[in-house]
């Protein structure tokens, strides 16, 4: 939520940016009455920051020829916002970036003053995020700073990746363009020899990587955003309806978070949606209830999870040792 500390520091930065600015123009920009900007100016002014007004037709509000902001100016907020980004980052990509994350915050905790300092801590106490992997990163930390290698240098790698259900790994040869985290795992996008065409691939699933001595050079009508856009390792594609009898109700209502839609019915019973990557994901989902849940929707789903449900209970009909 933006104060007035931090409207200040965004008034300067936006006449730094663009001087004889007016007053109304500011004031819509900041979300302000021209009052309250006419306010400001004389607060800036009483701080010593070099503003003054130009009359006239093209004239406005602006800063004496030559100020600039001194660096690292930040509001609490900017400086939690700098310190838990970083942070995550740390968390994301592991090792690749944890030497420069834990730098860039020694650097942060040196300039800030008491103010930004107590705001950081408050929240870093506060404010948790966990469980930003399905596994432990370090697993694939050194696949992954051989591709962060590769795609900055644009050097060709050789995987020998096992896909999904594959029983055999294969050898490909990839241009790898972008390293992508999603859905708690990390993927190298990039175009793949063997198949002629861009591919993902699961750093987790790649068995043995070495660097090429090939360059390669992205094509200029690769759009990142079109094609994550339509790859369905990254999408939400499968959309599911799960009914709650009134008994397991609770169930649904205790974890609302999993759902998309929450449909609380008549009879006390729940129907819930969600959107999940793809069906054996959702199988899991579903099966983790066990018989609180039922699928509703998608068909290929229930044929699934009746499937899996009988494997399991052939699985567990004698009581012997594995």
């Known amino acids: 939520m933006a104060n007035t500390a931090t409207r200040l520091i965004t008034l300067i930065m936006l006449l730094q940016r663009q001087p004889n600015q007016t007053a109304a123009q500011l004031a819509q920009t900041l979300d302000v009455s021209v009052r309250t900007v006419q306010r400001y100016m004389t607060m800036l002014d009483e701080m010593g920051i070099p503003i ?17 902001m001194p660096p690292l100016v930040f509001t609490p907020e900017e400086a939690v916002a700098v310190y838990l980004g970083t942070s995550f980052l740390e968390q994301v990509w592991g090792r690749l970036y944890q030497e420069a994350a ?90 793949c020899h063997l198949r002629r065409d861009i591919r993902s691939f699961r750093l987790d699933r790649i068995l043995q990587l070495d660097l090429l001595e090939q360059t390669f050079e992205i094509p200029a009508d690769f759009d990142l955003e079109a094609y994550v856009a339509e790859e369905p390792y990254f999408q939400r594609r499968i959309q599911v309806r799960l009914y ?77 040792q594995p």
């Open 102 to 191: 834990r730098g860039a915050l020694a650097k942060l905790d040196n300039v800030l003053p008491d103010e930004q300092r107590r705001e950081v801590a408050w929240a870093s106490q506060t404010l948790l995020a966990i469980g930003m992997h399905q596994a432990d990163p370090s697993r694939v930390a050194p696949h992954l700073e051989k591709l962060w290698e590769a795609a900055h240098e644009r050097r060709r790698v050789r995987l020998l990746y096992r896909g999904r259900n594959q029983p055999e790994p294969l050898s490909r040869d990839v241009d790898p363009y972008v390293l992508v985290h999603g859905w708690g795992r990390q993927y190298c996008l990039g175009y």
């Open 244 to 320: 709650f009898a009134p008994e397991a109700a609770l169930q649904a209502l205790d974890n609302q978070s999993q759902w998309d839609t929450v449909e609380e019915q008549p009879d006390g019973s729940i129907i819930v949606t969600l959107a999940i990557p793809d069906v054996e994901a959702a199988a899991g989902i579903v099966m983790s209830y066990g018989y609180l849940a039922e699928v509703v929707e998608p068909e290929e789903l229930r044929v699934l999870v009746r499937e899996r449900a009988a494997a399991l209970a052939a699985r567990h009909a004698s009581t012997g």
């Open 52 to 68: 003054y007004a130009e009359r006239g037709p093209y004239g406005g509000y602006a800063l004496v020829r030559g100020y600039k």
